[in-house]
C-alpha cells in the first residue's frame, strides 16, 4: 500500500470513529457538575447507538436520578411523560432531540437536587439495549456562584455549565 493510501486509512479511523462505532455510547461530562442553589444548570448529554446497515429508531429517552438502568418508581424526565417525579415538574426539561442530543436543563435548583442523573434511551432494536450508565454528579450548592466560580471556604471550583 502507498503512503497517501495508509494517510487516507488513518484519518478516516482518526476523525469517524463514529461511523466506525457500533457500540451504544451516553457522553456526560466527566466530573460533578456545580451550582448554586436557586440557579440553572444544563447538563450536555450526546448519546449514539448502533446502526447496522439500517437506521434504527428511538422510542423513548429519560432522565432519572441514582438509578444505572433508569428503573425506577418516578422519572425527572421521560418523554411519554410517564411517572414524572413531582420535585421536578415545571423545572426539569428536555432540551435534546431523539437522535443524539439529550441535554437536560433544572431550574431553581434545590439542595435536594444534588445526585447523581442518568440518562437513558430505548430504540426499536430488537435485542441489543443501553448497557448500566455512571450517570452524572449533580452537586447544588447554598454557596452563590461568581464569575463562573462556586466558592466554599477554601476552595473554588470553576463551573463548566450555565448558573
Known sequence: MNTEALTALALTVVLLPGVLSDGWTVRLPAGPVLAARGSTVTVPCRYGYPDPGRRRRVLSVMWCRDQARCITPRYVYHSAGILPEPAYLGRAEYLGDTVNDCTLKINGLRASDSGTYVFRFITDHPVENLPDQAGVVLLVSA????????????????????T
Request: with cysteine.
Open 143 to 162: 454557596v452563590h456562584t461568581k464569575g463562573g466560580f462556586l466558592c466554599r471556604p477554601g476552595l473554588c471550583f470553576l463551573l463548566g455549565a450555565d
